[in-house]
């Protein structure tokens, strides 16, 4: 079975529709592993101490992650689509 572009907007639009946090946190328990959670939560913290103004190595201590993952992280704080709204 092959996901194409219409799957993948019907999830973002599914998500952009929950009124709560609890809400948004049921369905990424239904949908995700704990470890992919952990994982998406790990990318925000590194984006926003990266916002903050941390270096690599400060990010990479405190969020335990990897410089290939950070290094992705760090391309989308500097050259992302308007997140920087979102993870104030």
């Known amino acids: 079975m ?3 572009n219409n799957d993948v907007k019907a999830l973002y639009a599914l998500i952009a529709s929950l009124k709560t946090t609890d809400d948004c946190e049921t369905l990424f328990e239904d949908l995700c592993t704990a470890k992919e959670i952990e994982q998406m939560a790990q990318r925000v913290k590194a984006a926003k101490l990266l916002l903050q103004g941390k270096t690599y190595n400060q990010v990479m ?10 290094s992705r992280v760090s391309r989308c704080v500097q050259y992302g689509n308007g997140y920087r709204n979102y993870l104030k």
């Open 2 to 4: 092959s996901i194409d």
């Open 61 to 70: 201590e405190q969020c335990e992650i990897s410089s290939a993952t950070l």
